[in-house]
């Protein structure tokens, strides 16, 4: 009986067919990748999904790498049930108030321990990528808004540093743009660069910048000029607080100049006053800057022609010292000239004052009018007085036809001064009511009398018609025209509009009418 049992036994077993072992594939399920903003509400959703005999089993979701404090936990755990098929698991972002770039992490999955045939499958790895934030590439501005005063430079370059800040992060490379604006004048007259960009490297958080003040000989009062940031580029911001600063450049350059370019005067003026102002516009404001002493030498300028007059002959400086002085607050000084009356005849003579802008000292330029041309007025006649000096107006001349062919005995002098070419018209009339051409009698009946450059004495020559007829004498008048005196003589008495001659013709001689 025994016996029959175990066969029995060994029967049931062949009969009833062996185990088949459990298998599942564990794996991600759905999206894998994520872009969030850094913030308390970003949530990532992973679902994990078994695949497979339904096996209890636990999924393990870990951060790969290093744990930089972007999220709430690094770990996830999710077990399933063998009657689920998936688990959703949450992992949250953390807001740290860390400026950062942007950041991408990994999660891998894992199982929690091996567990009867249950593997990692694919997709097994999830990625989240966190954008940058907390101002990562940095907030720009200045780091003062304070005023900047500044005096223009003499001669030289002068910089202003501005300092640019970089708040929060300081990651990527970024550019800032500025221009500068204000005046009156265009900023490019007093400062360059007017515009431009910055370039802020990765890792810096500061940068300087220099303008330069330029030495621009302009006078100007006090301008204010704005630098402004006008943008940025590489994912910065501006801080809108600080985005721009004010230059103030002090009032400068006081134009230093004579009053009037030129001044006629008398020679009889006695002391002349030449004025040299310093901060007066052409209109007479004031510009430029006027709290220091200004000076400036002169020097006289004269030629050696008969137009030009001589130092100490004809003027003199009075100035002990050829130097012009303002003194703070001053806006005028007075250059003191006698002239001198000499009694000379004189054309008109010019000199010169020239302020000599190498000598010029103290914040001022030179500008035009920086000489004036003082001229004496012609004085004394000094072009002559033209008038009949021969015969003398009380004795007639007496012309003996018979015998005279050429009569040379008229003489006209120039008095007084001997400058430049002069001329005076002359005619003959007859001096009674005979009606007959006076060239029938003698000839040129008019003309022009020329005087060169020194001459005083000139002969009016008339020749006599040699006509062989019975005569009586004949009375002629003879005048010098005084309208039509050129080169700036004057004609005077004897014989200017009203001075007569009589001319007797033959061999009887006639009284004078």
């Known amino acids: 009986m025994p016996g029959l049992l175990a066969i029995s036994g060994l029967f049931l077993v062949l009969l009833i067919p062996s185990a088949r072992p459990e298998s599942a594939v564990l794996r991600f399920q759905g999206q894998t990748e994520f872009v969030v903003n850094e913030s308390s509400r970003a949530i990532v959703r992973l679902v994990v999904e078994r695949v497979g005999d339904p096996i209890n089993v636990t999924a393990l979701v870990l951060l790969q790498g290093e744990d930089t404090g972007d999220f709430e936990a690094t770990t996830a755990a999710a ?3 063998s009657s689920e098929s998936s688990k959703t698991i949450f992992i949250a972002v953390k807001d740290d108030d860390l400026p950062e770039a942007d950041e ?4 891998n999955l894992r199982l929690q321990s091996s567990s009867n045939g249950v593997t990692v499958g694919t997709p097994n790895i999830a990625t989240i990528t966190i954008l940058s934030n907390d101002n990562a590439f940095g907030i720009i501005s200045f780091n003062s808004t304070s005023l900047i005063t500044v005096e223009e430079p003499k001669g030289r370059n002068q ?15 970024v550019t ?3 221009e500068i604006s204000g005046g009156p004048n265009p900023a490019s007259e007093d400062l360059s660069p007017d515009r431009g960009n910055l370039t802020i490297p990765p890792g810096r958080a500061v940068v300087v910048f220099s303008v330069l003040i330029q030495d621009d000989k302009v006078p100007e009062d006090d301008e204010i000029f704005t630098v402004q940031l006008t943008g940025v580029a590489g994912g910065a911001l501006l801080n809108p607080n600080n985005t721009s600063v004010q230059i103030k450049i002090f009032r400068n350059d006081a134009p230093v100049r004579f009053s ?4 006629a005067v008398p020679e009889n003026a006695g002391i002349i006053n030449l004025t040299v102002t310093r901060g007066r516009t052409d209109d007479g404001f004031l510009i430029g800057s006027d709290d220091r002493e200004v000076s400036v030498a002169y020097t006289i300028v004269t030629g050696n022609g008969a137009a030009s007059a001589t130092l100490l002959e004809d003027f003199v400086d009075l100035q002990a010292k050829r130097m012009v002085i303002f003194h703070p607050g001053v806006h005028e000084t007075v250059l003191h000239i006698s002239i001198v009356d000499d009694g000379v005849p004189e054309i008109a003579e010019s000199f010169q004052l020239v302020l000599l802008e190498e000598t010029l000292l103290g914040d001022a330029v030179l500008v035009s009018p920086s000489f004036v041309q003082v001229t004496i007025e012609p004085n004394d006649k000094p072009y002559g007085v033209l008038s009949i000096s021969s015969p003398p107006p009380t004795q007639p001349i007496i012309i003996n036809e018979d015998t005279t062919v050429r009569f040379e005995g008229i003489t006209i002098v120039r008095n007084g001064g001997t400058h430049g070419l002069v001329s005076v018209n002359w005619t003959i009339t007859r001096n009674s009511t005979d009606r007959t051409p006076v060239t029938s009698d003698l000839f040129p009946a008019f003309g022009t009398l020329r005087f060169t450059e020194g001459q005083m004495i000139a002969i009016l020559p008339l020749n006599i018609t040699q006509d062989s007829l019975p005569e009586e004498a004949e009375a002629f008048l003879l005048r010098l025209i005084p309208g039509s005196v050129l080169g700036g003589a004057e004609v005077d008495e004897p014989m200017e509009v009203s001075g007569t001659i009589l001319l007797v013709v033959g061999q009887v001689r006639m009284s004078r009418l």
Do not use: A
């Not at 991408?104 to 999660?107: E, G, K, S």
């Open 79 to 81: 077990f399933l049930l």
């Open 176 to 178: 800032v743009n500025f």
């Open 159 to 173: 910089y202003v540093p501005l300092t640019l800040i970089r708040e929060k992060g300081t990651y990527g490379t």
């Open 104 to 107: 991408t992490f990994v999660f």
């Open 260 to 263: 009037q370019p030129s001044l």
